[in-house]
């Protein structure tokens, strides 16, 4: 057995390894999570950890580039996914190598931790700290159960995306304003939207690389927030699928008045109706009960998270995640 760090010459192999214990997943996005790591530099790609076995690769970890403001000052952060080691050699310590590798560094988050990691990981990896989980909300809109009904009754297709809307007001006072590219979007200088204690940044390199870099680019609609003409956040909005009923995803948001994040909710229930679908799906780790408006239901799911630096964990678990950080967006539904 041989353990290696990552090199961009290690692309298409790791690819295909990926594909074979990932099946389920679609390879553009493992294309997609590849390329970040090829376009960062060589302390990304040292944190990103292959093994193998007679030049065959039987596991690996990888990590991409995240950014954190700690008390408004910008720290370089690592998301860690796609830990995996090949089932057939499983039991054999292999893990224990690549969590050796991770306690060479704390700046580092994982999102969405399998049952089986969030039991190994805490035994070997250094300062292993659980967070608050990313919990899984399901809100409906009447009005799109009813559309929704009636296209399966009269057996009508439509092309959701053409039917969201461009603008929509909430009241008279605020209003949300689809941007055609992310470079008109207004953002922060630094990337900050709220005032919490930590928070992933969200500047034009967020929005451009995981907005437009993606392989599902077109499928994204972001959303300025407008309250008396002022610009107070936003929210990103696109249509999927789960088991073959429509939903929409709402994949992102922000605000400046952290009493206003419900209104994501809001907004996204209402681009529902408009759009004839009756179900939208929220990952976040804020912790909401259950909404009568709009009717939110707080399901039994959660997906595990945590971080490498146990000192400031409390604060961790009040940062705002969404599925637009790590792979929450893909893993889960398409």
């Not at 679609?26 to 093994?51: F, P």
């Not at 931790?113 to 919990?135: E, G, S």
């Not at 461009?166 to 209003?175: D, G, S, V």
């Not at 939207?193 to 907005?211: A, G, H, N, P, Q």
């Amino acid at each position: 057995m041989q353990t290696i760090i990552y090199t961009p010459e290690w692309h298409n192999r790791l690819l295909e390894y990926m594909k074979s214990v990932y099946p389920h997943r679609d390879i553009r996005y493992l294309e997609w999570w590849i390329s970040n790591i090829d376009h960062s530099d060589a302390e990304c790609w040292e944190k990103c950890t292959i093994i193998l076995d007679d030049e065959k690769i039987v596991g690996c970890t990888t990590v991409n580039d995240a950014r954190i403001l700690i008390d408004f000052i910008g720290n370089s952060f690592f998301a860690r996914g796609n830990t995996i080691i090949s089932a057939n050699l499983r039991g054999k310590g292999l893990s224990k190598e690549i969590y050796n590798r991770v306690n060479l560094y704390d700046n580092w988050f994982s999102v969405g931790v399998t049952d089986i990691a969030w039991k190994i990981q805490p035994k070997y990896v250094r300062n292993f700290t659980p967070i608050n989980p990313v919990r899984v909300y399901i809100s409906l809109s009447l009005k799109g159960l009813f559309s929704c009904l009636l296209r399966k009754l009269f057996r009508y297709k439509n092309d959701l995306n053409s039917l969201f809307p461009t603008i929509f007001n909430l009241n008279r006072n605020e209003k949300f304003v689809e941007v055609e590219k992310v470079a008109s979007l207004s953002i922060p200088k630094d990337g900050r939207w709220t005032s919490d204690v930590i928070e992933l940044v969200r500047d034009m390199s967020f929005f451009k690389k995981r907005y437009e870099g993606i392989y599902c680019h077109d499928r994204y609609h972001i959303y300025q927030y407008f309250s008396d003409g002022k610009t107070e956040g936003y929210i990103v909005l696109r249509s999927t699928a789960y088991k073959g009923l429509d939903m929409i995803s709402l994949v992102d948001f922000r605000f400046r008045n952290r009493n206003d994040e419900p209104k994501a909710l809001k907004a996204a229930v209402k681009v529902a109706g408009l759009c004839g679908i009756g179900i939208v799906i929220t990952l976040t780790s804020r912790m909401w009960g259950n909404l009568l408006s709009p009717l939110t239901i707080k399901t039994k799911k959660k997906l595990h998270s945590a971080v490498g630096m146990k000192e400031i964990a409390d604060k961790f678990s009040d940062m705002l995640i969404t599925s637009a950080d790590s792979d929450l967006d893909f893993v889960y539904f398409r």
